[in-house]
């Protein structure tokens, strides 16, 4: 039985929906990437049924799809923590990096999300990478400036985060 569960899970693809309703296939191999669909995959297979994701939009989903389907076959290179740079290009492979830039910056916070509800660890650390990269060097003010994130400390705080920046 486990000789025929192993083919079907190999010949089949699997069906995701994302919270838009949209529907988006994925090659098992490719889907055994992600920790959560590997251990939806039985139940699936069981079932022939759709596997929901309703925290996903689709758009986010497609990008999540081909980032699995490049690395069916090869694992992605470990990013350093801390970011040495804040140049991508000298801490990550070019197809990541190519990868990563195609989404906007507000897309990349989506994918963080999808990336750890999928349980895709290497997926999180290359969005999160993208992050990181955009606030190495930056200043407290020019993150919140670039993130469009409101300051809400009394002037008295700020007054003691300058005093204990000098």
């Known amino acids: ?3 025929i569960l192993y083919f079907i899970m190999e010949s089949t693809n699997l069906v995701l929906v994302s919270s838009d309703n949209q529907k988006i296939e994925i090659d098992t191999e490719s889907a055994q990437k992600s920790v959560l669909l590997k251990g939806l995959m039985a139940d699936y297979n069981a079932q022939q ?3 929901q994701l309703p925290d996903i939009k689709y758009d986010i989903l497609k990008k999540v799809v081909e980032y699995l389907t490049y690395y069916k076959d090869k694992t992605p290179k470990d990013i350093p923590k801390p970011m040495p740079s ?9 197809w990541d990096v190519n ?3 195609s989404i906007e910056l507000d897309n990349v916070f989506d994918l963080i999300n999808a990336a750890n509800y999928m349980d895709i660890s290497s997926l999180l650390d290359l ?3 993208k992050i990181a990269s955009l606030m190495k060097g930056k200043t407290a003010q020019e993150i919140r400036t ?7 400390l ?7 985060y300058e005093e204990y920046q000098i």
């Open 127 to 129: 969005s999160c990478a």
């Open 86 to 94: 804040s140049n991508l290009n000298e801490v990550i492979d070019e």
């Open 1 to 3: 039985i486990k000789k």
């Open 49 to 51: 049924e759709p596997i």
């Open 154 to 160: 009394t002037e008295e705080e700020l007054k003691e």
């Open 146 to 152: 670039m993130f469009n994130i409101e300051c809400d």
């Open 99 to 101: 990868f990563i830039n």
